[in-house]
């Protein structure tokens, strides 16, 4: 499961909020979560980031975010196990101000 301060950021694209008919929270461009969270996913390697952005991004279950990767479902887990890990420890390194305004 993402981190709640995590799961609020993420870029345009149907979210499971937004499934359930609930706005989606869209960041302002000049906010500082927004960017710090842009520049986090720059640092994940790619088959990290393409993971989290299918699931998390675009709603898709984890099978669906298998077959798009063309990749066995447990190849996908684990990229998302280890995606989460690195973007919840890049995350980690902010200012606590920039969470906290």
Not at 6 to 13: E, T
Not at 30 to 41: T, V, Y
Not at 68 to 77: F, I, P, S, T
Not at 82 to 93: D, H, P, Q, S, T
């Amino acid at each position: 499961m993402a981190e709640p301060g995590v799961a609020r950021f993420w870029a345009a694209g149907p979210s499971a909020a937004t499934r359930a008919g609930q706005p989606a929270a869209r960041p302002a461009a000049d906010d500082p979560r927004a960017r710090h969270l842009r520049w986090a996913l720059d640092q994940l390697a790619t088959e990290h980031r393409e993971v989290l952005l299918l699931i998390h991004r675009d709603g898709r279950t984890y099978r669906e975010a298998a077959a798009a990767l063309n990749v066995a479902d447990e190849v996908m887990l684990s990229r998302l196990a280890a995606a989460r890990r690195r973007l919840r420890a890049l995350l980690a390194g902010a200012d606590p101000s920039i969470y906290h305004p």
